[in-house]
């Protein structure tokens, strides 16, 4: 019988508790508005740091998947000097 009692004191404070935030809440209004405001801006802000940072990322990974088999830097010597002579013909 004694933890009914407990119970109802914890849900008696628990009661009061939210009555005193919601009655300081009312009475600093435009501070409570303005911190929501804040919050909120910080998160969209992030979230748009971190889509930014994405498609950032994404793009040399598109390159890579993209590339062709023969790139300009991966030429054989041999290759070069065909090519020279093909040039100068």
């Excluded at 119970?7 to 009061?16: E, F, Q, R, W």
């Amino acid at each position: 019988m004694a933890s009914r009692g407990a119970d109802t004191t914890i849900v008696a404070l628990l009661i009061i508790s939210i009555v005193a935030v919601a009655f300081l809440a009312l009475l600093f209004l435009p501070l409570v508005i303005a911190a929501l405001l804040v919050i909120v801006a910080v998160i969209f802000v992030a979230v748009a740091v971190i889509l930014i940072l994405g498609g950032l990322m994404a793009i040399p990974f598109y390159f890579l998947k993209r590339r062709k088999k023969v790139e300009p830097g991966s030429y054989r010597m041999e290759q070069m000097d065909d090519m020279q002579q093909k040039e100068r013909k």
